[in-house]
């Protein structure tokens, strides 16, 4: 049970986050040494013998049913992600050899790449599950121009805003734009524990970043399937966009990130503008080529 120390973790931060008023359960004015609920109350509220739920907490998961997950989920009243994220660590601590998911293509299929390419107007990526951008359209690439300057290939959205001073001043919601990307990496790692490429990656954060390992510390995750982010771009400033994240089920750890505007807004003009950038630099770009050949 290699991730015994995952499942304890995950569970007492859960449990410090959740009162007794929001559990529902009577404090009787009395003084509280913990933050959170106590281990007899989640089990009192799962349905469950303290024994047993404190054997789970402590990371021995073998032969816990779905049922009782879904019973402590309920308890602990957590998310889809969180409960999603739960079953993973618990069905790795089960499994009688090291669960390794196949890895993610490093290449991007030529299909996908036109897919991609065709999205006029709409800003399109290919991400994996570590959050390395592996293909994107001229939009894109405008967009991420900052993000795609990183000379470590191929270029991260975690390294961009914990290790580069520019992510700050590209987004204003700095804050909670980048505990979106550690809770993404979060779930990411229950869902993949043996890719040694995050555990490099998350290793990497933790040294250089102490932003990024109090985030870590916290076990926090989260789908990061649709929303709203605001960009400040350098060449057309403030942009508010609605991001979508479609996963590839042909290429698993594969998906397909979009970047759109509102129809009439300063948004879609500033992409616009965006756009008509980005199409000069690869004509300039394919002529300088033919020249050179």
Do not use: C
């Not at 229950?190 to 990024?212: H, I, K, Q, W």
């Amino acid at each position: 049970m290699g991730n015994a120390n995952e499942i304890r973790d995950f569970l007492t931060t859960r449990r410090a986050k959740l009162t007794p008023e929001r559990a529902g359960l009577p404090t009787y004015g009395r003084q509280r040494r913990v933050p959170g609920l106590r281990r007899e109350e989640v089990a009192l509220l799962a349905g469950i013998s303290v024994e047993y739920y404190t054997r789970l907490e402590r990371g021995n998961a073998r032969g816990v049913s779905d049922d009782v997950l879904d019973a402590v989920s309920r308890a602990l009243q957590l998310d889809e992600a969180e409960r999603a994220h739960l079953l993973d660590l618990v069905r790795t601590a089960n499994a009688e050899r090291l669960p390794r998911r196949p890895a993610a293509p490093v290449r991007v299929r030529p299909s996908i790449r036109r897919v991609v390419d065709s999205m006029g107007g709409v800003a399109a990526f290919v991400r994996n599950g570590r959050l390395d951008i592996l293909y994107a359209n001229p939009l894109a690439r405008a967009l991420y121009s900052e993000h795609l300057r990183d000379p470590m290939q191929p270029p991260n959205s975690a390294r961009f805003f914990f290790l580069d001073p520019r992510a700050r001043s590209m987004y204003p919601d700095w804050e909670t734009n980048a505990s979106d990307v550690v809770a993404t990496l979060r779930g990411e790692a229950g869902r993949n524990p043996y890719d040694r490429a995050l555990s490099d990656l998350v290793g990497l954060l933790s040294t250089r970043s102490d932003e990024f390992r109090v985030r870590w510390a916290g076990h926090d995750v989260r789908f990061h399937r649709s929303g709203v982010k605001r960009i400040r771009h350098p060449l057309v400033g403030d942009l508010t966009l609605a991001y979508e994240s479609m996963e590839l089920p042909a290429d698993p750890g594969l998906a397909i990130v979009t970047y759109s505007a509102e129809p009439g807004s300063p948004s879609e003009a500033g992409l616009q503008e965006l756009e008509r950038w980005a199409a000069t630099r690869e004509r300039l770009a394919a002529v300088e080529a033919v020249a050179e050949a």
